[in-house]
């Protein structure tokens, strides 16, 4: 059974820094495209970042561009997301998703970004 676990949360400044973790149990980590989503209360749940297996590939939504960076570290069975000059609306549950003949998802980290 693979289990993937978010860390890395917190209550940061407008401005401020993150970088969540997602580590996953299980033989699938380098097999899969991983991915990055938030929900915010009342909204849908966004797609934020996605990565391919080996890590060549990246892809980000709009609103993160130029602010999140992700990675992988497929040795240590990690994903990160790299967040910077966090914004008010950048608050929300970050979840991770691996996807690969299944799908399977996180159960969050919280994100809080407030003055």
């Known amino acids: 059974q693979v289990q993937l676990v978010e860390s890395g949360g917190g209550l940061v400044q407008p401005g401020g820094s993150l970088r969540l973790s997602c580590t996953a149990s299980?033989?699938?980590?380098?097999?899969?495209?991983m991915a990055w989503y938030r929900q915010a209360p009342g909204k849908e749940r966004e797609l934020v970042a996605v990565?391919?297996?080996?890590?060549?590939?990246?892809n980000y939504a709009d609103s993160v561009k130029g602010r999140f960076t992700i990675s992988r570290d497929n040795a240590r069975n990690t994903m990160y997301l790299q967040m910077n000059s966090l914004k008010l609306e950048d608050t929300a549950v970050y979840l991770c998703?691996?996807?690969?003949?299944?799908?399977?998802w996180g159960q969050g980290t919280q994100v809080t970004v407030s003055s």
């Open positions: 299980g033989n699938i980590f380098g097999l899969a495209a």
């Open positions: 998703k691996a996807v690969t003949v299944q799908t399977y």
């Open positions: 990565i391919s297996p080996r890590g060549g590939s990246t």
